[in-house]
C-alpha cells in the first residue's frame, strides 16, 4: 500500500495565515438545509437565584435602548462588479488598525486565470480595488495570498509566473520581486522562519530547487537541487547557529516516474544546511530517509531499516534529535507491529504526542506521550480516534486553559464518544453533562463534535478557545451516551470544561471579541440568514440584532486575529447575483464604556478537579496553582484591545495527581490506578541511548512531565547505570565505541587473549541471543498509512458511526484548472485546521532506570 507519514505542523507557511471562502456552484435549494432553525433563549437559574428571563430583559431595558430604537450598527459593503467565486483573505495589519487585503481569482474553461485585488483600511466597511498597484498581474488562487507571521504588514501576492509583489506597508505600496529564475514558478507556501526572523524565507520551486532570502525577497540564492521538501531550524533545536539552519530531504528519485515508486520505493538524504557556509555545502545526518519533521527542540525523521529497501511496505524506524541531528534515538514505543499507521500529533511544549493506529490500518488505536527527549513513551489514551481517511483529527488543545484537551474515544459497541484531560493527557474522562439535562440513557455526557463529525456530514464547527480569554470553550454536541447525527446545540463553558451549559439550541458559528468581553453567534441551520446574537455576559444572555434586510448565503464570520477586537465581520453572498458582501459591526458602539477594576473578580483555574481535597492543592496542576483576574459575569464593558490578564503563580506539594502512567502501564478511562498494559509481555527493555544503558524498572507511575511540585509524594522509581552491557551493541540508537588493539609479544599473554576472548564470545553471544529475543518481540517498526477518501474504503468498525451521508468538497489547485504539470514532489497531509499544542517537560532518565 502506498504510505506516508501525517506529522505535526512543523513549519510555518504564510498561507496558514489566510481565511478562504468558496461561492457554492450548487442552487440555492440545494444550498438550504433541512435542519429547522430553533434557536431560542435558554433558561437557567443563576446562583445568586435570580432568573436569567429577566437578568436579561434588564440589559436589554438599561444597556440596549438604541438597538431597540432602531439605531444601526452595521457597515455594509457589496463588491458590486465582482464575479469571482474563490476568496482569499488576511489581516495586514495588527493591534486594532483594521487592514486587510482580499483577493478573488477564478480559473475560466482551463485556459487562464482573472483575479482582483482589493484593501481596507477600516475592517473591511470601505474597499479601494488596487490591481493597479501590482500592474494589474493575476493572483493565484492556490497559495496566491500570503502573510507573514512575525510582521502582518508584510504581505505577499504569488503571480502565476515567477513574480512576488511584496507589500511591507498592508498593501499601501507594493514593490515586484522575482523569487525564482524566469524558466521556473513557486511550487509550495512560502516557508517562513519559525522562530522571529521577519525577513528569512525558503521558496521552493516547481523544478524541486530551494531558494533562500534573508532580506524579505530582495534578494535570494540557491541552496540545493532536487528538494523534496525543506524545513528551516529553530533556536531551540540549534541554540549555537540560531536562524541560520535549513534542513533539507534531497536526492535524485525526486524526478523518478511515478511508474516507478512500486518497484523500489523513494527515499532521501536528510542534510544539515549553515547559511553561513559556502552555498550547496551541508552536513548529511541520515539517509534512506521517507519523510523529517521539526518543531521545537525535537528532529525527527522516518528511515528505511534496510540499505535497499525492496518495496515500499519495507521495514522503516522513526528517529529522534534533540540536538539539531547531532545524535539519534529510535523511538521506543510498545506493542507495535508492521501494520500500524502512526501520526506525530505535536512536538511544540516539550514532549511528542503521537498517536498508533491498532493492528490492520484501522483508523483508531493508542494515543502515547513521550519523555522530553522523545524516545521512551507512555500509554495517554487507547481507542483514541484517527480515521485512515479524509486527514481528520479530534484531538483538540484547549488553548484557553492550561493542561487540557478533547479527544474523541472508539467504544466497544463501534460508537464514539468524546473524552477530557485536564493535566496534558495523563488523564482522560467523559465529559461531564450540564446539571439541567434531560438525557434517560445509562450513561449521560456531553458529546462533542469535531473535524470527524464534521467530515461525515454533521452540521457543526470546531470548538472555539483562545488565550486571552481564559477559561472559555465553545463546542457543538449533545447530551447522551454517544456521539450521533442529530441537530447539534451550542455549550458552553467557563472554567475550562469542569462545567458546562447548554448556550444555544441548534448550531451556530461563532467567534469570540474582547477578550471574552462578548460572543457573536450565527445560526447555521439554514445557509441563508439575516441575524446575529450576541452575549456580553459569557453565554449566559443573548441579545439578537438584524444586520440586513435581505437574507445572504453565509460563509464565516472574523474577527481580528487574537479575539481582541471589537469588531466583526461577517461574510456573505448575494442569494440572487451572488455577489461578494460583508457586513462589519463594532460593538464598542454597542458596549461602550470601558473596564475598571471594581468588575474584575479573581478566578482559580482548575479548583473543580480537586475541590474535595484540602485546600493546599485546590487548583493545582502539574505543580503550580493559577490565580486569574477576569471579566465579571455581570459587567457590561468593554476590556479594550490591549487589555491583559493578569495571574498570580503558586508552587505546590507533590500529590498523587502529579503523577501518571509509567512505561509498559495505562490508566482505564474513569480508573485512578494505572495497570500493566496486557500487550505488553516482557518484563522490561533496555535501551542504548547515547553511549550508556538505563534499564526500565517501574513502580507504573512516573512525575508527569512538566510538572513542577516540591516535597511531598513520591512515586518516581529507582535508575540503575546497565553501562557496562552496552558496549558492543553498536548502532542500536546512535551509539557506537571504538576499541583500538594493542599488540604484545608474549606467547602466554595471546594465549590468555585467546581464552578470554572464548569467553567473552560465549558470554556476549548469550547475552546478544537473548537481547535480539527481547528486540523481536518489542521491535518498534512503524508503517505509514494512506488516509484514504472513498467510500469503499471506509473502516467497516465505525463508518456508520456517525452517518452514511459524507459531504466532501475537493477544490483542485492553480495548476490542475489550468493544465499545468510539475515534476513529482513530496505530499504532506498535516493538519492545519488547528494548532495542536501539547506540553509535558521531563527527562527521560524518569522512564530509563
Known sequence: MVCIVVGAVDSVMGSEHVVRFTISANSDLDALSSIADTAVKSRWKREAGLDLKQKCQKQEEKHLTEMKNGKRYETKHIFTNETHYNLALAWASDN????????????????????????????????????????????????????????????????????????????????????????????????????????????????????????????????????????????????????????????????????????????????????????????????????????????????????????????????????????????????????????????????????????????????????????????????????????????YKVVSMRGTYLASQLNNDKSIHTVISFNRGADWNPVKPPSDHSCTANKCYLQIHNYYSISRGVKARPPLSVESAVGLILVHGHVGDALHTTPPDVYITIDGGYTWRKTLDGPHAYQIGDSGGFIVAIPISDTLVDTLKFSTDWGLCWHEYKFTNETVIFTGALTEPGSMSMTISIWAYTKKDRKWVVFVIDFAEIIKQPCDNSQYVSWISHSEMRKEENKDVDGCLLGKKEIFTRLSVDAWCRNEYNHKTSKDIHICQCTREDYECDYTYYRPVGSDRCQRDPDFHGKEIDVCFLGHEEKIITKGYRKIPGDICTGGVDLNGKIVNLTAHCSGNKGFVGYEETVKPHGGNSNLIIAIIVIIVIILVVTMSSY????????????????????????????????????????????????????????????STQHTKHKVKSYHDDSDVDMLE
Open 96 to 395: 486594532d488598525k483594521g487592514t486587510l487585503i482580499v483577493v478573488t481569482s477564478e480559473v475560466v474553461m482551463m485556459m487562464f486565470a482573472m483575479s482582483s485585488v482589493y484593501r481596507s483600511t477600516d475592517y473591511g466597511k470601505n474597499w479601494e480595488k488596487i490591481d493597479n498597484k501590482i500592474e494589474n498581474a493575476k493572483i493565484r488562487k492556490d497559495n496566491g495570498l500570503q502573510r507573514n507571521p512575525h510582521f502582518a504588514e508584510k504581505v505577499y501576492l504569488v503571480t502565476h509566473k515567477e513574480l512576488i509583489y511584496v507589500t511591507e506597508d498592508g498593501g499601501e505600496t507594493f514593490s515586484k520581486r522575482k523569487a525564482v529564475n524566469s524558466d521556473e514558478i513557486i511550487a509550495e507556501p512560502l516557508i517562513f522562519h519559525s522562530n522571529n526572523y521577519i525577513d528569512k524565507i525558503l521558496i521552493v520551486s516547481n523544478n524541486r530547487k530551494l531558494y533562500v532570502t534573508t532580506d524579505n525577497l530582495k534578494n535570494y540564492r540557491l541552496i540545493n537541487s532536487d528538494v523534496a521538501a525543506a524545513r528551516w531550524g529553530t533556536d531551540e533545536s540549534d541554540p549555537d547557529n540560531k536562524g541560520n539552519v535549513v534542513y533539507v530531504m534531497m536526492g535524485s528519485d525526486i524526478h523518478r516516474h511515478p511508474f516507478f515508486s512500486g518497484i523500489r520505493p523513494s527515499m532521501y538524504n536528510l542534510v544539515k544546511v549553515d547559511l553561513n557556509a559556502e552555498a550547496g555545502k551541508g552536513t548529511t545526518l541520515l539517509k534512506r530517509v521517507l519523510t523529517f519533521g521539526i518543531q521545537g527542540k525535537f528532529l525527527y525523521a522516518s528511515i528505511f531499516k534496510d540499505e535497499h529497501p525492496s518495496n515500499t511496505a519495507s521495514e522503516r524506524l522513526m528517529m529522534v534529535s534533540t540536538d539539531g541531528g547531532k545524535h539519534w534515538s529510535e523511538a521506543q514505543l510498545p506493542t507495535l507491529t508492521e501494520d500500524r499507521f502512526y501520526s506525530v500529533l505535536d512536538m511544540t511544549e516539550g514532549l511528542i504526542f503521537m498517536h498508533v493506529d491498532n493492528p490492520g490500518d484501522t483508523g483508531h488505536g493508542t494515543l502515547y506521550t513521550s519523555a522530553s527527549l522523545g524516545v521512551v513513551y507512555a500509554t495517554s489514551l487507547e481507542h483514541h480516534l484517527y480515521p485512515n481517511y479524509g486527514s481528520v483529527t479530534d484531538f
Open 768 to 827: 546478544f541471543g537473548y537481547k535480539i529475543y527481547l528486540l523481536r518481540k518489542h521491535k518498534v517498526v512503524y508503517r505509514y498509512s494512506l488516509l484514504k477518501s472513498g467510500d469503499n474504503d471506509y473502516d467497516n468498525e465505525f463508518e456508520h458511526a456517525l452517518t452514511q451521508n459524507p459531504t466532501v468538497y475537493e477544490d483542485s489547485t492553480d495548476e490542475e484548472e489550468l493544465g499545468v504539470t510539475h515534476p513529482k514532489r513530496q505530499t
